[in-house]
C-alpha cells in the first residue's frame, strides 16, 4: 500500500505515518511474529517471515476436507439418483444454474464425466465415482436409500406448492 494512501486512511501526516510503520516493524521484527512489514520505495507491504515458508507450503498444499453446502449435495443427489445426466437435466430439475456445484463436484472427485449423450450439441453426461462410494459408505449405486411412498407423496406435495406459488395459483 502506498504510504500517501495510508497516510489519508489513517488521517495523519506521511511522518507520522511513518513512525508508526517504524513500530509496527520493530513489534513484528519479534520472534514470536509470523509476519512483518516490508519497504517498496514509497510503499509498505505486510508479508508473511520468509522463514515460515516452508510451513505455509504444507498448509496450503495439505489436502482439504470437502465441505459440501446444501446446493452441492442437491447437486449430487440428482447425479446419484438419476445417471447419467446432462447439466442441463440437472438445471431443469433444480431449477437454478449448476456450474458451480458440478464443478465442485468434480475437483472433490466425487462425479466425472461419463461420455456424451447423444443428442443435439454432445451434452457431457455425469455420473458418481468410486470415491463418491466410499466417502458415502455404499458399495454401489443400487445400494442408496430409496425413499418410502409416504416420502415420495410428501415430496409430490413439495414440487406442487412450489409450481403453484412460482405461476402465482
Request: charged share 30%; no cysteine; net charge negative.
Amino acid at each position: 500500500m502506498e504510504i500517501s494512501d495510508l497516510s489519508k486512511a489513517l488521517e495523519m501526516g506521511d511522518d507520522d505515518t511513518g513512525r508508526v510503520i517504524a513500530a509496527l516493524e520493530n513489534k513484528y521484527d519479534s520472534e514470536d511474529s509470523g509476519i512483518r512489514i516490508v519497504r517498496l520505495d514509497k510503499a509498505v507491504q505486510l508479508t508473511t517471515k520468509t522463514e515460515l515458508y516452508d510451513y505455509l507450503i504444507k498448509i496450503a498444499s495439505a489436502p482439504q476436507k470437502p465441505k459440501l453446502t446444501d446446493t452441492v449435495l442437491e447437486t449430487l443427489s440428482i447425479i446419484a439418483y438419476k445417471q447419467p445426466v446432462t447439466k442441463a437435466e440437472i438445471e431443469v430439475i433444480r431449477g437454478v444454474n449448476s456450474d458451480f456445484s458440478v464443478d465442485r463436484l468434480i475437483t472433490y472427485g466425487l462425479i466425472q464425466e461419463l461420455g456424451r449423450k447423444d443428442a443435439p450439441g454432445r451434452p457431457i453426461l455425469f455420473g458418481t465415482t468410486e470415491q463418491f462410494l466410499r466417502s458415502f459408505g455404499v458399495k454401489s449405486i443400487a445400494d442408496l436409500p430409496t425413499p418410502g411412498e409416504e416420502k415420495l407423496e410428501e415430496f409430490k406435495t413439495q414440487a406442487e406448492e412450489e409450481a403453484d406459488s412460482k405461476l402465482g395459483i
